[in-house]
């Protein structure tokens, strides 16, 4: 009766871890097809894009994004080729330091980067017509840089071409109407400081709490942090209403310093100085 009653006992938790494991497996399954551990990226739609940052129209623009928001939508011909042709952009209010580019994607390329911004697909600043009024600078990299604040409505050609592929115009024009005031600058020194453990790059950190704060001296125009680098430090200078880097490329941060030093950066001429901290200010 005893083996009879074990046998019973043993076979009813048999049973039961059984069914535990096959509800187990099927719940691990489920959640393993609704997990995709490396899901396909969203492609854009083919056209062309403005790509940037800014505090005006281009606050919320990218240089890493294909955002729907800034495609350029307007053409001059009812055709449905969205690459060649005459395309108005919207009315763009810029302010000193917003830079911009126009890139142009077959819907095959998930980000600007995968583009190569080979000269075919890119509408910079060497491709504007006239720049007499001296609106715009080359920000660096072609990238088209405002120094006067404005509305400004540009209008892009692409011309296919036997000769050269294809021919891209850039023209504008500026409205008679005044930008509103608003703060343009507050300056940050960001990336990795090993005197200054919070501090990092913006896209890992609150820039405002974590990075070292510039200071702005009217008389000279100049914004300044003083900072104990160290040769492994790796930085940047940056403007978070903009969102701009300085210098705005990808491989050229500031580093290889080592000791006290002042980080100096123009508002006029946006150029950085690194000087030892035993030297400033300097004198001409």
């Not at 071409?161 to 109407?177: C, F, M, N, P, Q």
């Not at 820039?207 to 200071?215: S, Y």
């Not at 880097?245 to 150029?271: C, L, M």
């Amino acid at each position: 009766m005893a083996k009879r009653l074990t046998w019973i006992f043993t076979s009813i938790i048999a049973f039961f871890l059984a069914v535990l494991f096959v509800l187990t497996g099927a719940t691990m399954l489920k959640a393993n097809a609704q997990e995709d551990p490396d899901p396909e990226p969203e492609l854009p739609a083919s056209g062309w894009y403005v790509v940037g940052n800014g505090a005006g129209y281009l606050k919320d623009c990218s240089w890493t994004e294909f955002k729907p928001a800034y495609q350029v939508t307007k053409k001059t011909e009812e055709v449905t080729d969205d690459y060649t042709g005459t395309f108005i952009l919207p009315e763009m209010l810029l302010y000193p330091g917003d830079a911009f580019k126009l890139l142009y994607t077959d819907g095959t390329k998930a980000n600007p980067e995968a583009t190569g911004w080979t000269a075919d697909v890119v509408a910079q600043f060497e491709n504007i017509t006239d720049n007499s009024e001296l609106d715009f600078v080359n920000g660096g990299l072609g990238n088209i840089e405002a120094i006067v604040s404005g509305y400004y409505t540009f209008t892009l050609t692409v011309i296919p071409s036997e000769d050269a592929g294809v021919v891209i115009l850039l023209s504008y024009t500026r409205a008679e109407k005044e930008a509103p005031d608003i703060t343009l600058y507050e300056m940050y020194v960001v990336g990795k400081i090993a005197s200054h453990p919070t501090n990092n790059w913006p896209s890992v950190t609150n820039v405002a709490t974590n990075c070292i704060k510039m200071e702005y001296n009217a008389t000279t125009d100049k914004w300044t942090a003083r900072v104990t680098l160290v040769p492994a430090d790796e930085f940047k200078v940056y403007n978070l209403v903009t969102d701009a880097y300085y210098p705005s490329g990808v491989a050229d941060n500031y580093k290889g310093y080592d000791g006290d030093y002042v980080i100096e950066w123009g508002t006029s001429a946006p150029d950085i100085l690194v000087i030892p901290a035993a030297e400033y200010p300097v004198t001409k």
